[in-house]
């Protein structure tokens, strides 16, 4: 069964830093891409940043310069440095290739 985890979120100040974690089993993971959304409460999930199997990366314009999307042999990161309170929301880690799969999401919240 395929299953993505995420983790790592949690309660921060403005302008700290958190780095989120998503391990995927199931799915041969060198050849997916991979990706990070958010979700804030009355809003819709919005693409944060993708990454492809050779390590190509793109960002939301939000967040250019602030995050940074990685992967190693089965685990997506995003470093998320220079936190706003407009960051908070819930991060759902992505897989996609012939099938999409999503994670359950972790709470990011960023408040004083």
């Known amino acids: 069964q395929v299953q993505l985890v995420e983790s790592g979120g949690g309660l921060v100040q403005p302008g700290g830093s958190l780095r989120l974690s998503c391990s995927a089993s199931g799915i041969s993971f060198s050849i997916y891409y991979m990706g990070w959304y958010r979700q804030a409460p009355g809003k819709q999930r919005d693409l944060v940043a993708t990454?492809?199997?050779?390590?190509t990366t793109n960002y939301a314009d939000s967040v250019k310069g602030r995050f940074t999307i990685s992967r190693d042999e089965n685990t997506v990161y995003l470093q998320m440095n220079s936190l706003k309170p407009e960051d908070t929301a819930v991060y759902y880690c992505?897989?996609?290739?012939?099938?999409?799969?999503w994670g359950q999401g972790t709470q990011v919240t960023v408040s004083s």
């Open positions: 992505n897989a996609c290739h012939i099938s999409v799969y």
């Open positions: 990454t492809t199997s050779g390590g």
